[in-house]
């Protein structure tokens, strides 16, 4: 019986794969150590000190926060400028200016942070209070339960009197919506900080609980309730599917511009984003008449549109998507491919109510399908079919998986770790966009149904540009931003909509949306530079953008195609050509 077994046993074993011959591994030489950046070892430093003085100070209105953080600013820019910047190899000079980089944007954040603060000071004057008590626990200092009883107390009536000024006030005083929307962000904040000093000593110290557990519980409900009014009465935000964003205004825009090394103004944006468009146009008229709509585009998408897989087959469809774009790259030499990266990545459906945000993909280390579901209305489920279609659908799927995102996530786990903190939109997205764009040069679209997909979301990140730079300048509403959306790009109401309220959540930056295309054009600038001369191969310049991590695409410039730039180097790439403004 055991010979038999021993015998069935190696005749298989031919046909066993080993670990040790699991083509995702590849030789051992080539994992060893390359040369890297001499500054890594100090950007993970800086990181995790970063992270330790930030987590000491809970309280985001604190003063003492922002003083520290400032201090801890200054002195790393201080330990750079002492640092012998010409003779760091070109890796270590690119770290240096991010990391110089990376703490101005954080000393003007704090600005920012602090204007906040004094423009809610008089919606939250219990702040300061609540502040002490809770900064007291991270100093170590022993509390007294009864003064912090009485304390507490006070603090209530204080949140009574402000909820009752903010009450009284008439039409003329009446607070801006986005300033209540910071102070209800604020309150939530104090609240949530003052329950975790109140389980610190809660049920471990007999006094404290005995003098402070009714006070505590009444004060932590009129937060609450505060919070609650501050966002729905004087934010506007009842039911919690209005949209309202927070403009940050012209020279908050230039502040963040200024920290991703762009060297354009708002406006010079704008122009480009409606450029950009107008050549989406002219190619989906193109397309148009060839699908037999003449120069009506917008009934070509319209046909586009209906051209979806059955409830239940989409993810076959991924499946299918995301082979044909690896073989493309493969066949075309366009990127290294690690084997492991072709395969690791999960597909996961998304939720009724997460679709409300992102009503088309999502990716990274997965994708994650939107499609309808059975809870949905049947309106809801008919837009979310039609906007998540087969040539929609064929333009997506590489922007999420390979060579988009899960293949920058990837590289990014296994090079260059230490440059996270760096990481911007335009580079992240910028990359997958860039991809959209290379493979439409390429000739990835086979027919002009696969142009007409492709067009839509290249007229949408163009679309991007416009709405939210228009919004944060304060010349564009959310709604008007949906119905631009939805008459500009066509798209279904129920996908504008969820666009709109990812755009203004609060969870991306102000410059996000515009990152996509602006950063796409960039990197593509720089292949016409590197590639299309004959410095670089497709292959290379691809890897090499990957492996060097996360980056304003200036920077990549520089790692690329100026070894000796100089410590004091400014950015003013104008990647998009010089921009002539029409007047008004």
């Known amino acids: 019986m055991i010979r038999r077994l021993l015998a069935a046993l190696l005749a298989v074993l031919p046909t066993i794969t080993l670990a040790g011959d699991d083509p995702a591994v590849g030789p051992i030489e080539s994992l060893l150590k390359k040369p890297g950046s001499?500054?890594?070892?100090?950007?993970?430093?800086?990181?995790?000190d970063r992270f330790a003085v930030g987590r000491k100070y809970p309280v985001h209105l604190s003063p003492a926060r922002r003083d520290r953080l400032r201090q801890f600013a200054r002195a790393w820019r201080k330990r750079l400028e002492e640092s012998d910047f010409d003779a760091?190899?070109?890796?270590?000079?690119?770290?240096?200016?991010?990391l110089d980089g990376e703490l101005k944007s954080d000393l003007a954040r704090?600005?920012?942070?602090?204007?906040?603060?004094?423009?809610?000071?008089?919606?939250?004057?219990?702040?300061?209070?609540?502040?002490?008590?809770?900064?007291?626990?991270?100093?170590?200092?022993?509390?007294?339960?009864?003064?912090?009883?009485?304390?507490?107390?006070?603090?209530?009536?204080?949140?009574?009197?402000?909820?009752?000024?903010?009450?009284?006030?008439?039409?003329?005083e009446a607070v801006p919506r986005h300033v209540a929307e910071h102070a209800a962000t604020a309150v939530e904040n104090l609240k949530s900080s003052l329950a975790q000093w109140f389980r610190h000593y809660d049920g471990y110290d007999p006094m404290f609980s005995w003098w402070m557990r009714e006070p505590f519980r009444k004060l932590d409900g009129d937060l609450g309730s505060y919070a609650t009014y501050l966002r729905e009465s004087l934010a506007g935000r009842k039911g919690g599917d209005e949209i309202q964003g927070d403009p940050i205004g012209r020279e908050g825009l230039l502040e963040d511009l200024r920290a991703e090394m762009i060297p354009y103004s708002p406006e010079e944006l704008l122009a480009i984003g409606e450029r950009e468009f107008a050549w989406c146009e002219k190619e989906m008229i193109k397309a148009s008449n060839e699908m037999g709509f003449g120069d009506n585009w917008k009934k070509a998408l319209e046909k586009v549109k209906t051209l979806h897989k059955k409830p239940g087959e989409q993810p076959g469809l991924v499946l299918e998507l995301a082979k044909e774009a690896i073989d493309f790259l493969e066949k075309n030499e366009l990127v290294t491919i690690p084997e492991l990266a072709k395969t690791d990545w999960p597909l996961d459906m998304m939720s009724p109510e997460r679709q409300k945000v992102n009503p088309f993909f999502l990716g990274g280390d997965r994708i994650i399908v939107s499609f309808p579901t059975d809870t949905m209305s049947l309106d809801d489920k008919l837009m979310s079919l039609r906007a998540n279609n087969v040539h929609f659908s064929r333009a997506t799927v590489h922007h999420e998986l390979i060579p988009g995102h899960h293949l920058q996530?990837?590289?990014?786990?296994?090079?260059n770790k230490h440059r996270e903190p760096f990481h911007t939109p335009f580079w992240t997205e910028g990359w997958a966009l860039y991809w959209e764009m290379l493979l439409w040069d390429k000739g990835f679209p086979k027919t002009p149904e696969d142009r007409v997909g492709m067009l839509f979301w290249r007229m949408h990140r163009c679309a991007r540009i416009v709405f939210s730079l228009k919004f944060h300048l304060g010349k564009m509403s959310?709604?008007?931003?949906?119905?631009f959306l939805v008459d500009k790009v066509g798209h279904e109401r129920f996908s504008a909509t969820g666009e709109v309220r990812r755009s203004f959540n609060g969870n991306y930056s102000p410059l996000y949306q515009a990152a996509y295309m602006l950063g796409g054009l960039q990197i593509r600038a720089l292949h016409k530079d590197l590639v299309e001369?004959?410095?670089?191969?497709?292959?290379?310049?691809?890897?090499?953008?990957l492996q060097a991590g996360g980056m304003p695409i200036e920077m990549v410039r520089v790692?690329?195609?100026?070894?000796?730039v100089k410590r004091d180097f400014a950015p003013g790439w104008k990647f998009a050509g010089e921009i002539e403004l029409k007047k008004d």
Not at 409 to 415: N, Q, S
């Open 409 to 415: 996530y990837f590289i990014g786990e296994r090079y």
């Open 110 to 172: 704090l600005d920012r942070e602090e204007r906040q603060a004094k423009g809610v000071a008089e919606l939250i004057p219990f702040g300061e209070v609540v502040t002490a008590i809770v900064e007291a626990r991270q100093r170590h200092e022993p509390v007294d339960p009864e003064l912090a009883a009485e304390t507490l107390a006070k603090v209530k009536t204080q949140v009574a009197e402000a909820r009752k000024a903010a009450e009284s006030k008439k039409d003329g």
């Open 88 to 98: 760091l190899s070109i890796e270590g000079k690119v770290d240096y200016l991010l």
């Open 38 to 48: 001499e500054l890594a070892t100090a950007v993970e430093r800086f990181s995790a």
């Open 478 to 483: 959310p709604q008007e931003a949906i119905d």
């Open 533 to 545: 001369s004959g410095k670089m191969t497709d292959r290379q310049f691809h890897d090499r953008i």
């Open 559 to 564: 790692l690329l195609s100026n070894p000796n």
